[in-house]
């Protein structure tokens, strides 16, 4: 099982425009059975973007600064756009791997970035897996610690 907070590459993103480009996606939750990978985008081009570690609300940005974790730039997670990928569909998408992740506190905070900045306009069955049930969340946590061990 694919956790929440995997950071990926990909080489031939298809934005929303339809432009193309290469970027770092991070993956919003954990996938299971049929359900679909929710990634959002990075950037670390600043362009007048704050530079106050953590969530902008209204910016709808997260802000991680170089060298705190995987990336080693500046770098803002773009929450106004949410890519949906579909389970089956992760292996035949070209150009896309995974590369590294990012700590549970610091995807947690961006998980409720991201549901506070887009709050009324998350998709009912996007904001079930970014906060699903409690049963199976608690499973979805003993699966993680199983692994580990």
Known sequence: ????????????????????GIKYL????????????LFVKTT?????????EGCSIERSLFFIKADKTFFKKDTWIQLHEIYEIPKAD?????????????????????????LKSQEDDI???????????????IEKLAEKFRKKF
């Open 1 to 20: 099982m694919i956790l929440r907070g995997a950071i990926y590459h990909h080489s031939k993103m298809i934005f929303h425009d339809g432009s193309h």
């Open 26 to 37: 991070v993956l919003l939750n954990s996938p299971d059975r049929d359900e679909p990978y």
């Open 44 to 52: 670390s081009r600043p362009n007048r973007k704050p530079v106050i």
């Open 90 to 114: 992760i292996s035949k998408e070209r150009g896309l791997q995974k590369v590294g992740s990012l700590d549970e506190k610091i995807t947690d905070e961006i998980v409720e970035c991201y």
């Open 123 to 137: 998709l009912p069955k996007h904001r079930k897996l970014l906060k699903p049930p409690i049963k199976e969340a």
